[in-house]
Each structure stands twice: as C-alpha cells, then as structure tokens.
C-alpha cells in the first residue's frame, strides 16, 4: 500500500486502522463487532490479539504497526487506564498524530470524556493504581489522556441516544471518509478512473431507496471492469451483501447459467451447497432469497438477453436500496433492458494515457527523458486504449536500448490505419515465433480451460515450452487464475482475425479453425490443407448427414481435433499421425479403429461416446497422459491397457454399465487419478489395482456393487483424496478387516464415504490413527451413535455425519477433538443432544439443520450452534462460558447473542446463567443492519436474544 497523505514519506502505511483497547472490556463484545464491520467494510486493520504481560514492554513490532497505520481507532473502558500497555500506545499514537498527521478517533465505552481527560470517576480509579511508575512516564500518560478527550469521537452508552449497532455504522462511515482514496489507483497502475467511477457513483444515487440498474458501455478493453472493481471497493460496506460476477459471458458458455445463479447466491448468503434443478429455479430462488435483502450485484461483459434475464431481470427480484450494475460492450443491449442510466468509458485523455504507459514500461509516472519522444509517439498510435497501453508497456519494459523502441515505434508507423488490431498487433510481432504459436494455440482452444490440461496437450507439441506460459502473462498477453487459463476477448478476437488473414476466402488454407461455419464449409466440401494444426467444430446438434473422412485426408499436420455431434465415413487411418489432442464428444465408434495411428497422442477425450470397449488389441500409446471416456453408457470393459505406460489420468465417471477393468491397470506405474464415480455395475476392482505406487487421487462414489478388494495398502499409502470408499470393499472376501492392510492413508487430507452403506461397526477401532486426514464426509450412513475413533483423529477439522439416522439421546465423542472446527448433525434423528464441549475452540461451529425431533441440547459450551427448522426444539441448557448460539438460517456469528428463526418456534426454556428476552421490530432491524440476517416478514418471527440473569 502506498503511503497516505497524511503520512510522511519514509513510513509506509501497512494498515488503514490500528485498534487500541483494553481486551477485558472490549475484546469479546464490541470491539469483536467493531472489527467484523471494519473487515466487511474492506478497510485493512491491525488488532493485537496478545495481552501484554505486567512490567512488560511495547514490542518493536506493535510500534511499528501504529506508525504505519492511517488512522488510529482508541477504544476508552473502565478499565483502560490500569493498563500500561494501552497507554503506552496512546502516547505513541498521539505521537504520530503530532508527527506523521495520524488520524485519531476516540470512542468513550460507557465513559464520560471529561473523566478520560482528566482522570476522574471509575476511570481516574483504575489511573491511580500506577503509584510506582516513575513520575516522568506519569506524566506523559496524562498528557495523552487529556489531549485524547478533547478529540471529537463517538460515545457509547452513558446517555447517548444510539444503540451500539448505530454507532458502528456511523464510525464505519466516518473511518471510510477520512481514509484517503488517490493511493489505491496510483499504486495499482490505475489513471484516468477518478472521473468514471465519480461519474457512476453519483448515477447510482447511493441515498436513495429504489433499486437502479445502471449500464457501463464501451468498446473490449477499455476499463470498464477495471472502473467497476473501483466503484466496488468503495460502496461495498453500504449493502448487506455483494456479488461481482466476472465475465457473464465466458461463464455462461463454459460452466452454464445455472452455475452462475449458484455463484450469485453464494456470494451474498454465503449458503454451501445450495442446488438449483434449473435456470427457472435459480431465478425462483434468487427472486425469493434476495428481495428483502439490500445487495450490490456487478455483471460484468454482459452480451445477452438471457444472462440478464436469468440473473437480475427485474427490480422487484432485490431489497430497497440495491444497485445492479451491468457491464457490456452493447448500448442496445441496456437500452432495451431498461436501465436507469448509463455511462459510457471513453478513452484516456493525453496526460493519463501517457501515466499508464509509463508506468508498465518504466514503473513510473512518466518516461525518462532519453524516451521521451518514442513513448510520445507510442502513446499517441495507441489512441488512448488501457490495454494496447499496458500490452505495449509490458512489451518494451525490459528493453534498455533505445534502439529497440525505435524499431517498435517505426512498426506502429507502419500500421494504417493505427486502430486498436494493429497496434496489439504489435506486441503479437514482438513474440518469438514459438511464443505466438502458443499465444494463437490458447486463443482458439484453451481459454477457461485448466493451465495443467493445457500444457500436456501444448508440451508435445513442437516447439512449446511451459516458459512461454509465464512470458504470455507477463507480456499482459494471458492471465492465469485459480489454474485457469484465461485471456480478454479483444486478445482473442486479435489472434481470430490474425490467422484469418492468413486466407480470407478459404479457411482450409488457415493455420487454425474454430467458427462452425468455417469447419463444416471445410469438412462438407473437402477443403483441408496441410497448413491446418487445429481444428474445432462444436455442432449444436448431432448431424443426421456424416461427413466423409477424406475431408480430414489432407490436413495431415493436425496437432488438436475436438469435436462435438460429428459423424464420419470411411477409414479411420485418414486422420493425422501428428494428433497431440483428440476430443470428440459423442463419437459414434464401439471401439477405437486397429487402423487409427495415434503414437503422439497425448490426451484422448472420448466423453459421451458409444464405445463398448477400448479397443481389440493391446494399443501402445506411451505419449498417452490422459483417457477420459467420461458418460460413455455403453462401456463394458476397458480392454488391455498395459500400452498407457506415461498414462496419470484415467477418467471413466458414469460409465454407468462398466463391469469390467482390465487388470493391466497394474502395469500403469505414472497413474495419479483414478476416477469410477458412479460406474453402478463395476462389481470388482483388479487385485493389480494395489501396485499403482504412484496413486493419490481415487474416486468411488455411488459404486453401489462393488465388493471386497485385499492388500489395498500399497495402492492407498500415496492417496491425498479418497471418495466412496464402501464397506463391502474394506470387509474383503473373507470378512475382515485391519486398518494396517487397508486403512493406510498417511497421506490422505479427505475421505469422502457418503452414502456408502457404512453402520456402527464398520469402523476399525484404530481408524482414528489417520495422521493428515483434515475432512471427513460420512454423510447418509447410518450410524445409530458416532464411533469413538473419531475423536482421535489428530487434525480433523470437518465431520459431516448428516443423514445418518442418529437416534435417541446422542453423546458425540468427536466434540471433544480440540481439533475439530465444523460439525454437521443435521437431518437425523435424536432426540437429545448431551455431552461435555468444554474442551472445544471457541471457533467450533454445529449445524442443527431439520432435526425434527431434537428437543433438547445440553450442557453447551464455548461453541457455536447454527438450529434452522428444529420443530420441537424446546429447551437449549448453558455451562460456562457462552460464545455465540444463533438459530438462524444466515452464518453470521456474533457472542452472547440469540436469535430464534422460524422454524424452532417451540424454543421457550434455556437453563444456565441466561434467559431469553423478546426482541421488538425495531431491533430485528438493527440486527439485520449490523450481523447480515435476514428475518423476512417480521410478523412470522418468534425472535429472542440471550442476556445474563
């Protein structure tokens, strides 16, 4: 973080707020509210959360935490001033008010501020206990005390008409106006937004109570996702929840509408697993999710009615208050949609465009004299355009002879007209040949595809090397995130229109095909060349009329082939030696041709295929990394495949009518992955299957028939994640077990064994010796009390024992695993719930969820309880120390505070140290304000809260 302008230059601010306060007081209420509504806000904070023993000193890294901190947040409590070290850091504090322009904010906790300033009342009480303290330190405290309460600051209580919900919110809002904004653009390279993002802001009318849709518009690569991702950053604390959707467009078209309907909803309710059948149901429940909730909802490169009509159709679909933002290249779009007011992203004027240039080529603000002139001549052919500006700057930033931006410089000369394709153009020219090789080969087929796919299938290509990958991004030319390839559209459509004026009449003379039109006009007519290393024809629909192979006779130089509903006639030896990729999805073969040469295959992709078996005879493939028969129906058995000795994937989820799998499989000594999900007729795994010393990854789920399986301990020894691992499996043929022989997981952070018809003693006593295991799904067993063994599991951080019948009164040992953090019971069903939780972190959560019969929990302590829909839930019994019990549908978790959501209206007794109080209309508001709960319709709410008795 740049350094404020409030702060001298040689202090770098590494924070935006530093918290002082007396943790006895403060640390467990307030402060811990104060803290969230800081981090939910954005705003970058420091609290220590060590006390300082007696006689101790500051340490040298807590003062320099309050020198690098903007603005310095002093909580005052009854008993802040027996604490030297809190006054320690009020002397410093004020220190680098004096010195630095450190901004102070008092707030007074149930205190007066003239008792602060002078020491007076309980507070001058708590002072005086320091009579051994050397007089000169004395004096220096009083100094800081006086001059902090004559700062204007907020008070809690002592008379003050706002409740402490209200007062949060207004130091939030004060914390954010005071924080100055010109560092964060500066920093991160960002000229010429100030003006936009004012612009929108006020379109947006923030005060107002109607819901607006506003439009961003302008042409690829302008900034308009970078001008949203500002406007974001700082508006976000204004709502109860936010969603940025990136990229509605590449989204929509890779993972489906439906997927970013989940991820919406996920992003603002924070609601795991949350399954929406449809796009008509992902609108119903958006519909009824949100429209009681204020939401900011950003839809960036929107190109479609139905991305809109899916995701943010109506405004009467959102709380009063929200904003939908929605950004796309096409103005008739949002005019027809409707929105309520649109801003148009221009290009950058002259003195930002030349900052944005200087700052990718020279990590400054403007260019060094020698290069004055070229970056002058530079910035101008790139026409004010963010990305060529950045692309161009990235390109000649390592370039320390001005000899070399000549040479680019007369390049862009000779581009007529210099629009925004010749002058990317450029940075495509600067490439080695081998790098735009890449660049064009991801242009037309890996973009949102997985970074590790893409270089098995490149690395055997000619020429590549994972290198290039790295010089791509830095080049600004691709961007890898979350190990996704990614790449902006004005890129793409760069490198579309670069290979197409290799021949504009005939696309068969072209390097690369991936437009429908293109590839059918080639394949129907027998257009092929030897010039085509890539083609990709995804039909819509399965062609009744097949193509003739000879069309793909004459492109014998083709690397990548993927295709989608493609039918072919005639010998399969047609296609071309040099295959690196085959992807063909509904492939009519029942068996891969004798005939089919694919020596330099090295990933083969035959999902949804009507394969039977692999082929007849033993194929040697020893380029082979990936096979992936996915959704093949009609697989029967997998043929010999000892010939796939490089093979580390094998793929063959829902092949739901595999019986068989070849005992070669033993021979595969590279094999990682191993995925059967769902083969429900795959009755034995090959003995073999225990010398894959190289396996961490298998996959087992709803393989409902397959049986015993010994001496699995060499195959599972290396496994990092098990899933659907049965009981009929680990009971082997002769009925018995031993977690020596088949339980040796040293490895393995998951297990998934959901719905593996697993009961109470189908675990080993010793199962609890999992060294790493860090997740545990055992979700719809059935396990009429939970195993001990559990309990002992050193890292256990997750348990989802849900759906597993658990019945009558439920004693869980597991809750006394101090390692345990998440702890799902819900859907059985016990009627009680009793057992001895002091052991446990205060940070441990347990989800009650539709367990229709609890009546009773007891002796709860120190933990989190989440009861939605807990229909004769009656009586809740506390021990010790209360952290936090919410009955409420949100993850939002506060101490001492209850909340009773519909569904557990039978709660009306609660032993212990506390008792339930109604909360008024009113306070539900200020709930859902300061904790993001959502009570809906206020009348259907029996709502309480605990306080002490």
Known sequence: MASTSASSPSVPCNYEVFLNFRGVDVRNSFLSHLEKALVRAGINTFKDDKELERGKEINPELLKAIESSTIAITVFSENYADSKSCLDELVKILDCKDKLGQVVLPIFFYLDPSDVSNQRGSFGKRFAVHQTVAEEKIESWKTALSKAGNIAGFTVGNGTTKNEAEVIETIIACVLEKLPRTYLSDEEGLFGIEYPVRNIISLLSLNSEDVRFIGIYGMAGIGKTTVAKEIRKRILSKFYGNCFLEDVKLGSKRDGLVELQKRLLFDILRVRDLHLSDIDDGIDKIRRRLRNKKVLIILDNVDNFKQLDALAKERRWFGIGSRIIVICRDEHLLNVHGMDAKHEVLRLNSDDDRQLFSWHAFRQHGPPADYADCALEIVRYAQ?????????????????????????????KSTQPPEIFGTLKICFDLLEHEQKNTFLDIAFFFVGRDKDHAIHILDGCPGFRCIHLHILTQKCLLTISENKVGMHDLLQEMAKEIVRRENYDKPGERSRLNSCKDVRKVLKYNQGTDKVIGLKGIFPELREKPFKTEAVAKMNEVRILQLRNALFVGGCEQLSEELRWLCWERCPWESVPPSLNLKRLVVLELRCSNLQHLWEQTKVLKKLKVLDLSHSHNLIRTSDISGLSSVEKLIFKDCINLTELHHSIGKLSKLICLDLENCKNLVYLPEEICELSSLEKLNLPLCSKLKGLKNLTKSVSHLKTFKGFLYSIMMGSAGDYSLSRLWSLASAKELN???????????????????????????????????????????????DVSECDLSGTTSPMVLTNPSLRELDLSKNNFCRLAVDLTSLPLECGVSLIECKKIQAVETISRWRLVALDCTSLEKLTFKGELNCIVLAEEESFEPSFLVCYRGCEKLVEIEGEYKLKPL??????????????????????SASYLTRI
Not at 395 to 401: A, G, Q
């Open 920 to 941: 008024t209309g009113s306070q539900l508001d200020e709930l859902e304000r300061l904790f993001g709960l959502d009570f809906g319709y206020k009348g259907s709410v």
């Open 384 to 412: 004010g355009h963010p990305l060529a500006l950045k692309a161009l700057g990235a390109f000649l930033c390592d370039k320390t002879d001005l000899s070399e931006w000549t040479s680019a410089l007369e390049e862009l």
């Open 753 to 799: 064994l959901s719905f593996c018809n697993l009961s109470d003693t189908s675990l080993p006593g010793d199962f609890g010796g999992l060294p790493n295991l860090e997740k545990l799904f055992l979700k719809g067993n059935t396990f009429h009390c939970l195993p001990t063994c559990l309990s002992h599991i050193p890292k256990l951080k997750k348990l």
